[in-house]
Nanobody, 126 residues
Framework: VQLQACGGGLVQAGGSLRLSCATS????????MGWFRQAPGNEREGVSC????????YYADSVKGRFTISRDSARNTVYLQMNNLKPEDTAVYYC????????????????????WGQGTQVTVSS
């Protein structure tokens, strides 16, 4: 199983980026997918997730209304569209996959999540 995240970069505040997470070795129809991020000196935190059917998504309050998660099962890829980026969005972003939901009243402990991508750096300048 491989999760390959890409799409990060340097952008000015107010700009947009779209992250992609290409997967292999799993069938997205049976996996919940999510995006997490870790800023320097901080713990990794959940950003957004989407269930296996793609019908239910969840967003952290800090990104609600600005980020959109989506999935393309035909391409085995999950996306995170990030608009109106803020300097506080600066972090390494990781995609993750698990056969169980990633958010059920709280984020799943990251040690219990089956698969992780390698991370892509997002830097937002003010």
């Amino acid at each position: 199983v491989q999760l390959q995240a890409c799409g990060g970069g340097l952008v000015q505040a107010g700009g947009s980026l779209r992250l992609s997470c290409a997967t292999s070795g799993i069938n997205l129809d049976y996996y919940a997918m999510g995006w997490f991020r870790q800023a320097p000196g901080n713990e990794r935190e959940g950003v957004s997730c989407i269930n296996s059917s793609g019908g239910i998504s969840y967003y952290a309050d800090s990104v609600k209304g600005r980020f959109t998660i989506s999935r393309d099962s035909a391409r085995n890829t999950v996306y995170l569209q990030m608009n109106n980026l803020k300097p506080e969005d600066t972090a390494v972003y990781y995609c993750a996959a698990d056969s169980e939901p990633l958010y059920t009243g709280g984020w799943t402990n990251e040690r219990q999540i089956s698969y992780w991508g390698q991370g892509t750096q997002v830097t937002v300048s003010s």
